[in-house]
């Protein structure tokens, strides 16, 4: 059966609709935003039988190089159990291979300076690995922008989003997510990207890139009290970029339902007055449930409903290009089936 792009979207955002409602007792508000958004749709005609490859997947053996020392949490470890995963779950068969082929340097001098540049090549004795995890994310842009694949996952590490301008951070080194917003940018001419990071950890990083910048609008869900200690709901943007800065901080222990009604109250509004052209994720699956360095409970059902609501967003507004980029994560075995469950929505599986 044919099924086509605005049929998908309806039946996603009602699907996820439904869920967060059940949840959340029939929030009045939720139907609302959810009615409002499916009445704006654009009505994308992509047909799912004759379209382009549906997932994307960037993935390098080299990324498995970079260490930063034996019982590190951030450990070649994490993309060997997603890669163990796809494969005993068939998905490798069903994704797109993506090289990370592209020349970030010209990109990531958009984001950082020569200083910050000098720091890293001195702090990571593999800085070519945190250059490569880069250009997968450059790469996995290119293949959406171009209609190769409709949307892709990065299995790169080292992670970015807690990257500035004051050398590593995090276990971040060069801000992945960033500079592929500002490839995005100037070499797709995609105007408005918007960033969502779910990660348990505040993208302190990500928020100073485009603190004052109003074509990209960052929204994050966090642990206020965590590391790095920022990501307070009042830090909205400064300037230009006043309003394009959404914090949700959420407490201790918040599960599916939290998050989701923090998509749906905060996040569905800000997009679609937004209108990206191109959604951005900074995918952290340490703010599921059972891992070491969190203590949020967010379900593999909640990471598949939470893909669906961006993937819906995207066919709203962006002709579905959705890039999504791996950040924390690190009980391994978590991590794996939390990817599973994100790749297989971004299939539509
Ligand atoms: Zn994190």
């Keep these: 059966m044919k099924v086509s792009e605005s049929n998908f979207s309806r039946r996603a955002f009602l699907n996820t609709a439904r869920a967060a409602t059940l949840s959340l007792c029939a929030s009045p508000l939720l139907s609302t935003m959810a009615n409002a958004s499916l009445r704006e749709k654009k009505g994308a005609k992509i047909d799912f039988d004759t379209g382009p490859a549906r997932t994307g997947f960037v993935s390098d053996d080299r990324y498995l190089l970079h260490t930063q020392g034996a019982r590190h949490p951030e450990s070649p470890e994490r ?37 910050h540049m000098d720091r890293v090549r ?10 490569l995890a880069v250009s997968g994310a450059l790469s996995a842009v290119d293949a959406v922008c171009s209609g190769k694949v409709r949307n892709a996952f ?16 995090g276990f971040c080194f060069y801000n992945n997510i ?9 070499k797709h001419q995609l105007a408005k990207i918007l960033i969502v990071d779910w990660d348990y950890h505040h993208g302190d990083g990500t928020e100073w890139a485009f603190y004052e910048d109003p074509s990209v609008l960052v ?15 009042d830090k909205t943007g400064s300037g230009d970029g006043e309003g394009f800065n959404i914090n949700v901080p959420l407490p201790r222990g918040a599960d599916d339902r939290a998050i989701i009604r923090a998509f749906t109250e905060r996040l569905v509004p800000a997009a679609e007055s937004f209108q990206p052209d191109l959604v951005l994720i900074s995918a952290g699956f340490d703010a599921r449930e ?31 290009r959705v890039v999504s980029i791996l950040e924390g994560g690190y009980n391994t075995r978590g991590l794996a089936l939390a990817v599973e469950s994100h790749v297989q929505a971004l299939l539509g599986a």
């Design 79 to 115: 993309l060997r159990a997603i890669h163990r995963q796809l494969k005993s779950s068939g998905l490798d068969k069903k994704i797109t291979p993506i090289a990370p082929v592209i020349d970030p340097l010209p990109y990531i001098r958009l984001v950082h300076s020569e200083a």
């Design 178 to 186: 960033a500079v592929a917003a500002r490839y995005a940018q100037q």
């Design 219 to 233: 929204f994050s869900t966090h642990a206020l009290y965590a590391f790095p200690g920022s990501g307070a709901a």
């Design 290 to 320: 059972d891992d070491p360095l969190g203590d949020f409970n967010i379900t593999d059902a909640g990471f598949a409903q939470l893909t669906e609501l961006m993937m819906t967003m995207a066919a709203t507004y962006a002709n579905s």
């Design 154 to 169: 990065c299995a790169i590490r080292p992670p970015g989003h807690h990257a500035a301008n004051n050398g590593e951070f």
């Design 122 to 131: 001195k702090q990571a004795h593999d800085e070519a690995i945190c250059r």
